[in-house]
């Protein structure tokens, strides 16, 4: 009714509505206790539709989002409301609601964030605002995971995201994230608030532009764990190490480099696990190497079907990953250029999986 009634008035409004869709399989091969053998199988699917005012300045969407894992029963499946405002103004935007959590511009590092929540976890429930044009940006998102209950804990994070380039190919940047933990309601004595702060600086250099490659980055830098229970006497804990990460690109082939030396990042995980610690468990050892390698068989500005190899290896373990996944992804911009195969083809789609 909102729509229609907007299509009645003389204001300039636009129609606007877009669709993504992910299918995953991904199988999981070594590890321990914490990154055991299994498969993921599933589908998502994010249809919106919303109202554009003022050549895009203020934008409201709803839809939703449909998680299925793929089994005999359909059990397991989860479908969440998305419903927020954006608002666009010169490099600055903002978005307040429960809004696709692909509006950050920032690829979480998985010691901040795991494939795992990044299959299960498609949202971010809060506010997001952002600075910034096509190659520089900062960004703070507040994400609201968890509302307090009787069987459930409030949880929240804070999250500060930046890449700026310096010059040169130089990017400077990095990722701060602050995570809470309360209690329940009615909790018992023994039950504390937890805190997890990371503190994540990074310098890169984009070596692009001075090769034939597609894609060709490095990025180093520190990591650095602030971690508490409030009821116990060991106060904050503060491990730390070193991250590295390098990505090549050339055509339809990619390869990526992640290196971890270092503490246990995560030394309350054998207590409130990933309720407190949204990292890959991996990142408990002292150090990990994970090596991807990805053929993006099909991708345009709308799709994105890629098969890829992960090997892992730590001083305790080895991993061995297999995932074919494919997004796909329309709106009625694309819709509207379906048949200049030069724009659709112009640019490519990334998939975060």
Known sequence: MLLLSLGATGT????????DADVVFNNREGGDEQTPD????????TPELGVALDEGCHTFKGGVTWYQPINDRGEGYKVQPIVYYQFRHHKWQLAVGAMPRRLLRAEMPRYMWSDSLRYCQPRLRGALVQYGDAQNYVELALDWRQMQSRNQREAFAVVIN???NLGAGVMAGGHIQYNHLAKR???????GVNDDVTINPMLGFDATRY??????RIDLGAVVQMQRCRAMEDGWLTPAGFVADMRLRRGWIE??????AGKDLFPLYPQFGSELNLGDPY?????YSRTELTAHVVNTRFVDLTASLSFHATNRVTGFWQQIACRFY????????????????????????
């Open 12 to 19: 300039a409004q636009e129609l606007v509505w877009n669709v």
């Open 38 to 45: 299994q498969t993921f199988l599933f589908t998502r699917l």
């Open 162 to 164: 930046a890449d700026w």
């Open 185 to 191: 309601k009615n909790a018992p004595p023994d039950e």
């Open 211 to 216: 090769t034939s490659l597609d894609l060709l």
């Open 255 to 260: 390869a990526r480099e992640s290196l971890f």
């Open 283 to 287: 990142y408990r050892s002292k150090f």
């Open 330 to 353: 329309i709106d009625n911009n694309i819709w509207h250029h379906r048949r200049d195969k030069d724009y659709l083809r112009g640019e490519r789609l990334c998939s975060t999986f």
